[in-house]
């Protein structure tokens, strides 16, 4: 009798390792995700998995409930380290940890009225999926969506009153990675880790020469140095090397190093990115929810998912509309200013088109497309960009009434300036004034002063209708920076962007301006 027991154990215990074998196989073949062993994971992630086993679930509820009560109690101080503890012990339940990061982001947060703290809140909601759950879950879409969304949504858009304190926290913590001038293909080609970089320039005598001339003479020593010294190669060091070209090599190296070590963020993706899209400001959310959607395509088996794809469109035409910083001050995060990306109109149309014929031409998407033409068309005209306009004037008369009707793009474009005035949310309003203060600047270098001024006191026409709040419905609406600071802003990056010729007319237009204004000020102080 024992004997048979023995034949029969044997025989179930051979059945069941042939089920679980070709059950294995199912969840690597269709990539199904599932509470066994676990990649990536560190020590004690690892230990609890394997010697809590199914025991882990129960204690993964307890602490729900106690978050809960934390919560209901308003104690949030907690909830930190509750996250990370259930993110542990049950790390494939990405729904879990999207729901956690969601909640800190948008529910703790906004219970801070001091806009640090609520910021500390919004980033340790971004943290908890990008640091660790997506480690744990490295195909999962739904992370990448939630990611995304949190910088497209929460940070990128208006509804939170913090929303320019978070857009000046990203900018300031983007910009002393990246520089001033980023160079994101140098960062792309660089070495990835110590070891590749040690492979490459370990032979380097005059790089390790020069580094113990300054006093570090390790990899490590070069990297801190490099990191205490606000992001930028120490002067003893570059120095001693004498060769700006090394040095900017080994600056893109540490800047790649240091964006993969505290945003996750790869160069070499960035990178594509620009290409397929065209040059993004990195400095702004929307390029880092380009950023997460894209790789929840390129993780994801099949590398489709209709979230991702779709936040990808709309942070596209979001960075169209105002995906490009033009000022930034530590220390006042309400001048924060942003402008219309224009190297993205193609991307963002060709992504509408695409959209539109992946989903068997449904009206939706043709109505988006046609929306977005029109106000490209109105965004480009007022940046000076009027070939482009015209280009895309004579597309949009092709599918839309509207455009066949109108006697020419200029008129066209007023008739859309007036709905922009009567209808101006805060970000729109500032785009608009901004692109007819340039389109100002503009002629006026080019010697048409009557040009220069209409669009001067279209822009100012605009901005005193807004702050009068007299549009219906947005009596309360938030206000402008002052017309000064706006203006102030457009001249500054112009002196950047535009030739040396004319900026030096630029200037000496400027210089005249404010003696003008300066001598009728006198004037008036005198009749007084």
């Not at 969304?149 to 913090?162: R, T, Y």
């Not at 942003?338 to 959209?355: C, G, H, I, K, Y």
């Not at 002196?495 to 007319?505: D, E, G, H, S």
Request: hydrophobic share 45%; glycine share 6%.
């Amino acid at each position: 009798m024992y004997c048979s027991l023995l034949l029969v154990t044997l025989v179930l215990i051979f059945g069941i390792s042939r089920v679980e074998k070709q059950l294995d196989g199912m969840v690597r073949e269709n990539h199904l995700r599932f509470t066994g062993q676990i990649k990536n994971a560190p020590p004690l992630v690892a230990f609890t998995t394997v010697a809590l086993g199914s025991f882990r679930g129960l204690i993964a509820d307890l602490l729900w409930f106690r978050a809960g009560g934390l919560q209901e109690k308003g104690n949030y101080f907690e909830m930190v380290q509750l996250a990370r503890w259930i993110t542990d012990l049950q790390p494939t339940f990405s729904g879990a940890t999207a729901y956690l990061a969601w909640n800190m982001a948008y529910n703790i947060s906004v219970t801070c009225s001091d806009y640090a703290d609520r910021w500390r809140w919004v980033n340790e909601g971004i943290k908890l999926i990008r640091d660790r759950a997506l480690d744990y879950n490295p195909e999962d879409p739904v992370l990448y969506k939630e990611l995304g969304w949190i910088f497209q949504h929460k940070l990128g858009n208006i509804l939170d009153d913090a929303n320019l304190y978070y857009k000046n926290q990203i900018a300031l913590a983007m910009t002393a990675i990246l520089g001033a001038n980023p160079d994101i293909a140098g960062m792309a080609a660089a070495p990835v880790g110590e070891k590749e970089f040690m492979a490459k320039y370990a032979d380097n005598k005059r790089l390790w020469a020069a580094a113990a001339a300054a006093g570090w003479p390790t990899y490590n020593e070069l990297f801190s140095a490099f990191k205490n010294n606000e992001n930028e190669l120490p002067l003893a060091f570059t120095e001693r090397l004498d060769d700006a070209k090394l040095a900017r090599a080994l600056e893109n190296y540490f800047r790649a190093e240091l964006l993969r070590e505290r945003y996750k963020l790869d160069p070499r993706v960035m990178q594509e990115i620009d290409e397929k899209y065209g040059q993004l400001d990195w400095r702004v959310p929307e390029s880092q929810a380009i950023y997460w959607a894209t790789m929840g395509l390129k993780k994801t088996p099949g590398h489709r998912d209709l979230n991702c794809e779709r936040m990808i469109t709309q942070s596209l035409y979001e960075a169209f509309r105002s995906g490009r910083l033009l000022m930034l001050d530590p220390k006042k995060f309400e001048s924060v200013v942003s402008v219309p990306n224009l190297n993205l109109v193609d991307a963002v149309d060709r992504t509408f088109q695409e959209a539109y014929e992946a989903n068997d031409k449904q009206f939706t998407f043709f109505s988006a497309r046609i929306n977005f033409m029109k106000e490209a068309i109105t965004i480009l005209f007022n940046y000076g960009k009027f070939k482009k306009a015209e280009e895309y004037f004579k597309k949009l008369a092709e599918l839309d009434l509207e455009a066949r009707l109108a006697r020419s793009l200029e008129d066209f474009v007023m008739k859309r300036w007036a709905e922009n005035v009567r209808d101006a949310s805060v970000k729109k309003a500032n785009d608009v004034i901004s692109g007819l203060i340039f389109r100002s600047l503009f002629y006026l270098v080019h010697g048409d002063n009557d040009a220069a001024l209409a669009n001067e006191r279209i822009a100012r026409y605009i901005y005193r209708t807004y702050m009068s709040g007299t549009a219906k419905g947005q009596e309360f609406r938030v206000g402008l920076l002052p017309y000064a600071d706006i203006k102030k802003a457009v001249v500054e990056n112009c002196m950047k962007t535009f030739p040396p010729a004319m900026v030096t007319i630029l200037k000496a237009k400027i210089e005249e301006e404010q003696a003008a204004a300066a001598a009728e000020a006198a004037a008036e102080a005198g009749k007084k």
